[in-house]
C-alpha cells in the first residue's frame, strides 16, 4: 500500500468516530429523549426565570471528550436553568416563543436528513413544502396568488426582505435617501429601525405618528404629517403599521392606513410578527381587516402557532421588487436553473445557505390539524382578561383593554412615585422568578407588561402570578 492511501487510511480511522453505530445512535437517543422527558415533566414546578449567570469556564473547548450523560448534565444546569426559561408556561415576559414538541421531531429529521432548500433543484420536496405554507399563509391574510414570500429565520430577516424591496420599489437611494420619509408609531418593534440602517436608509426621515388612547395611530395625524411633508418637496414613501404592538399589543387601524397608503403612493407594510395569527379565530379575525390591502407583511410562526425559535415570515405583492435586490445567478448554480422551477427560496432572500425550516411548521399542522392552534390563541386572550380581572382585585392599575393577549399594569402606592415603586416590584418578582414578566415605559410611566402566548400558559400558571405579585407588592411596600 501506498504511503497515501496509509495516510488516508489513517485519517478515516479517525474521522470514522463521527460516524456513531446503529448502537451508540440509540444509546445517545435515549439518553437525550429520557433528558427531553424530564425536562418536559418538570416544567409545572421549574421557575420561568433565573438571574443567575453560567459557571466560569462552564463551556471550555479543550479537546477532552465527555460522555452524553455529562453532557446533558452540564446543558441542564448551565443552560436550560439560567435565564428566562423560555419552554415555561410561566413566560409571560418577553413575546413568548413556543416549542411545541412535535416541531422539534421535524427538526430532528430535518437535521438527519440534512436536506438544502435553498433551491428547489436541490429538494423539491422541501421547496413545495415552503411554497405550500406560504399559499396557506397568503390564503389567510387576503394576499394575491401572485405574490411572493419566504420562510425565515424570524421577524428580523423577515422585516429586512419586505423593506428592501420597499426601498428598490420606491427607488430610494443616493440624494433621494435624505429627503425620503418613513411614517411608523412610537411603538413600532426596533427590528424596523434596525431593518432601516441595515439597508442603507439611515439618514432617510422617520415622522413618528401620534397614538391615541389605546396606542393605535391616529389616521388624521398621518394624513396631516403627510401632507405637510409633500408641501414642502419630501418624498414620502413608506408607512408601517402593527398587527400587535409588543410594547401594548395595539393592533393598528390598517382599514385606514391602508387606504391612506393608497391614495399617496405609499408602500404599506404592517409588522404582524406577533399578533397575526390571531386572524385565525373567527371571534378575533375581524379586527384585522384591511391587513390585506399591506404591500408587505411579516408574522411569526414561532410566536402565533407555537413553534421553536427559528421561523419567520414574509409576503411582498411585488415579486419583482424583491428580485431586484436577492435574484442573482453565478456560473456554478448553472445545472440548478430552470424556467419550469418554482421560485427558489434563495432568490427572495439574502440568505442562499437555507436550512429545511418549513418542515417544523407543516409537520405540527399535519398531525394535530389547525382547530389546537386556534383553541390556543383564543384561550391565551380569555387568560389575559382573567390576569386583569384578578389585577384589579388585589390593588393594580391597568392599561386599556387590549386587542389581543399583551397588556399592561401598575401599583400605585402612598409610600414613594409609581415610577420607583413599580421599578422595585419589577425587581421582587425578578428575584421570585417563578413567573417571568417584563416592563417597559410609556409616554414617561413605567409599567409592567404581562405577554401571554407560551402554549403552556394554562389558568393555574395565571393564579400563580396573581400570588407572586401580591406577595411581591407587600414585601416592596413592607421595605419602604
Known amino acids: 500500500m501506498n504511503n497515501l492511501k496509509q495516510q488516508i487510511l489513517a485519517l478515516q480511522s479517525i474521522s470514522n468516530t463521527l460516524e456513531p453505530n446503529e448502537n451508540q445512535r440509540n444509546e445517545y437517543i435515549s439518553k437525550v429523549n429520557l433528558y427531553a422527558n424530564q425536562f418536559i415533566n418538570s416544567l409545572d414546578n421549574a421557575k420561568a426565570f433565573s438571574s443567575e449567570r453560567e459557571a466560569p469556564n ?5 479537546n477532552e471528550k465527555m460522555k452524553m450523560e455529562a453532557v446533558l448534565k452540564l446543558y441542564d444546569e448551565e443552560v436550560a436553568c439560567k435565564g428566562i426559561n423560555a419552554a415555561s408556561g410561566g413566560h409571560l415576559g418577553y413575546i413568548p416563543g413556543g416549542g411545541i414538541y ?8 430535518v437535521d438527519i436528513t440534512n436536506a438544502y432548500t435553498g433551491m428547489y433543484f436541490s429538494c423539491p420536496g422541501g421547496v413545495t413544502i415552503e411554497h405550500e405554507l406560504l399559499n396557506w399563509m397568503k390564503n389567510i391574510f387576503g394576499f394575491p396568488k401572485s405574490a411572493i414570500g419566504n420562510l425565515t429565520s424570524g421577524g428580523s430577516i423577515a422585516t429586512l ?21 418613513i411614517y411608523v408609531s412610537p411603538q413600532v418593534h426596533h427590528c424596523i429601525n434596525k431593518a432601516i440602517r441595515i439597508i442603507g436608509l439611515e439618514d432617510v426621515i422617520i415622522r413618528h405618528v401620534e397614538l391615541d388612547e389605546y396606542s393605535k395611530i391616529i389616521p388624521s395625524d398621518l394624513i396631516q404629517k403627510i401632507e405637510k411633508d409633500r408641501e414642502e418637496g419630501l418624498n414620502p414613501f413608506l408607512v408601517i403599521a402593527s398587527a400587535g404592538t409588543t410594547d401594548t399589543g395595539a393592533i393598528d387601524p390598517l382599514q385606514n392606513i391602508g387606504e391612506i397608503a393608497s391614495a399617496n403612493n405609499l408602500w404599506y407594510h404592517v409588522d404582524a410578527a406577533y399578533g397575526g395569527f390571531f386572524i385565525l379565530s373567527e371571534a378575533h379575525k375581524h379586527k384585522f381587516k384591511g391587513i ?27 415579486k419583482e421588487a424583491v428580485y431586484h435586490s436577492n435574484h442573482y445567478r453565478a456560473n456554478y448554480m448553472q445545472d440548478a436553473i430552470n424556467d419550469d422551477m418554482p421560485v427558489n427560496p434563495a432568490d427572495v432572500s439574502p440568505e442562499l445557505t437555507k436550512p429545511f425550516r418549513s418542515l417544523r411548521l407543516w409537520m405540527p399542522l399535519q398531525l394535530h390539524g389547525i382547530e389546537p392552534f386556534v383553541a390556543c390563541l383564543e384561550e391565551k386572550i380569555l387568560l389575559t382578561q382573567y ?16 386587542d389581543l393577549s399583551v397588556s399592561y399594569f401598575w401599583y400605585t402606592s402612598k409610600k ?12 421582587e418578582l425578578h428575584n421570585d422568578g417563578e413567573i417571568f414578566l417584563s416592563s417597559t415605559i410609556l409616554k414617561g410611566k413605567f409599567v409592567i407588561r404581562m405577554a401571554i402566548l407560551a402554549f403552556r400558559t394554562k389558568l393555574h400558571i395565571i393564579d400563580n402570578a396573581i400570588l407572586m405579585i401580591d406577595k411581591a407588592r407587600k414585601k416592596v411596600e413592607s421595605d419602604l
Open 161 to 181: 426582505i419586505a423593506l428592501t424591496a420597499a426601498r428598490d420599489k420606491h427607488a430610494i437611494k443616493s440624494n433621494n435617501i435624505l429627503n425620503s420619509v
Open 292 to 318: 390585506e390591502l399591506a404591500d408587505s407583511l411579516v408574522v411569526d410562526p414561532h410566536k402565533g402557532l407555537f413553534l421553536p425559535y427559528g421561523l419567520g415570515a414574509v409576503l411582498v405583492k411585488d
Open 58 to 62: 462552564a463551556f471550555t473547548i479543550d
Open 102 to 109: 412535535t416541531s422539534a421531531l421535524a427538526d430532528y429529521l
Open 416 to 427: 414613594t412615585n409609581e415610577n420607583a415603586f413599580n421599578e422595585k416590584l419589577i425587581q
Open 387 to 402: 390576569f386583569r380581572e384578578e389585577l384589579l382585585k388585589i390593588g393594580f392599575k391597568l392599561g386599556p383593554e387590549p
